[in-house]
């Protein structure tokens, strides 16, 4: 759920064969306007079956701070790590930014999809790591997000050596410093086909 443009009101914003009107706007000879004026959204409602159009919405500029929702994938940055999970801050909610910092926790049972049970968070991610994951439940003011990086795109994006330098990914378990050659576990997120090895 990423804002696409600013609008004004009464400004046509699609066709009803395009989307399905959400908050903030208004049909008119099966065109969906904006109602106020504020960030367009487009959401996909992926759990009803009728619903195969995205819902469009106006939100206030003032109320256009995002928050990570249900489906989302969000960048985050490892802040801790421990035995049973990794805290993280969320930074992004897709490519947007947050203006309010957001906690999150990647527990041990949804860094991957396989081999649950053998997972070792410190394998997995260091402090400072930056992490492609999905929301898998909302928190609240008193408790964190609830992370998983169980597929196959998600997982450490960027990470650094103990030498300071950006490591290359080289399987989806291991990053390596080209500085010092050193090889590091992470759960690296889908590795691009150039960097494999052979």
Same mark, same amino acid.
């Given at each position: 759920?990423?804002?696409?443009?600013?609008?004004?009101?009464?400004?046509?914003?699609?066709?009803?064969?395009?989307?399905?009107?959400?908050?903030?706007?208004?049909?008119?000879?099966?065109?969906?306007?904006?109602?106020?004026?504020?960030?367009?959204?487009?959401?996909?409602?992926?759990?009803?079956? /009728?619903?195969?159009?995205?819902?469009?919405?106006?939100?206030?500029?003032?109320?256009?701070?995002?928050?990570?929702?249900?489906?989302?994938?969000?960048?985050?940055?490892?802040?801790?790590?421990?035995?049973?999970?990794?805290?993280?801050?969320?930074?992004?909610?897709?490519?947007?930014?947050?203006?309010? /910092?957001?906690?999150?926790?990647? /527990?041990?049972?949804?860094?991957?999809?396989?081999?649950?049970?053998?997972?070792?968070?410190?394998?997995?991610?260091?402090?400072?790591?930056?992490?492609?994951?999905?929301?898998?439940?909302?928190?609240?003011?008193?408790?964190?997000?609830?992370?998983?990086?169980?597929?196959?795109?998600?997982?450490?994006?960027?990470?650094?050596?103990?030498?300071?330098?950006?490591?290359?990914?080289?399987?989806?378990?291991?990053?390596?410093?080209?500085?010092?050659?050193?090889?590091?576990?992470?759960?690296?997120?889908?590795?691009?086909?150039?960097?494999?090895?052979?």
């Amino acid at each position: 759920m990423s804002p696409r443009k600013l609008c004004v009101p009464g400004e046509k914003l699609c066709s009803t064969d395009d989307c399905i009107p959400g908050t903030g706007t208004y049909l008119r000879h099966g065109y969906i306007f904006a109602a106020l004026a504020g960030y367009v959204f487009r959401k996909n409602e992926g759990e009803e079956v /009728r619903a195969k159009l995205p819902v469009i919405s106006v939100v206030k500029e003032t109320e256009a701070q995002l928050l990570p929702d249900v489906g989302a994938i969000v960048t985050c940055k490892v802040t801790s790590i421990n035995p049973r999970f990794a805290k993280v801050h969320i930074l992004y909610v897709g490519s947007t930014p947050l203006k309010d /910092r957001f906690r999150g926790t990647i /527990r041990k049972e949804d860094v991957r999809a396989t081999e649950k049970d053998k997972v070792e968070i410190y394998k997995s991610f260091r402090p400072g790591d930056i992490v492609l994951a999905k929301v898998i439940s909302l928190g609240d003011v008193q408790s964190n997000y609830l992370l998983t990086t169980a597929e196959n795109e998600l997982g450490v994006v960027v990470a650094h050596s103990e030498a300071g330098v950006q490591m290359i990914p080289i399987s989806w378990c291991e990053m390596q410093c080209p500085r010092t050659h050193g090889k590091e576990f992470r759960k690296v997120a889908r590795v691009q086909p150039e960097f494999l090895q052979a």
